[in-house]
């Protein structure tokens, strides 16, 4: 992930929805090329038990080789 949001000190993770959002999948002769994005919103309660919201976006880009790939026929 290329980005970090931070909560307020002391704070407790209520719940969590996200959704993943793939923008480009490439095949390479040994690899495959993903792109797309993780938005996400997480309820959380501060140290004194006020809860908050965070709501971001997390791109992502990744390459998955050919030994991680399983492949459905031989």
């Given amino acids: 992930m290329t980005e970090t949001l931070k909560g307020e000190p002391q704070s407790t993770l209520l719940s969590t929805d996200a959704k993943v959002l793939i923008r480009e999948v490439k095949c390479e002769m040994d690899a495959v090329m993903v792109?797309?994005?993780?938005?996400?919103?997480?309820?959380?309660?501060?140290?004194?038990?006020?809860?908050?919201?965070?709501?971001?976006?997390?791109?992502?880009?990744?390459?998955?080789?050919?030994?991680?790939?399983?492949?459905?026929?031989?």
Avoid at 38 to 63: I, R, S
């Fill in 35 to 74: 792109r797309g994005e993780v938005w996400f919103t997480a309820l959380c309660n501060n140290g004194e038990g006020v809860p908050y919201t965070l709501t971001g976006k997390l791109p992502f880009d990744e390459t998955i080789v050919a030994n991680g790939v399983t492949p459905q026929h031989k």
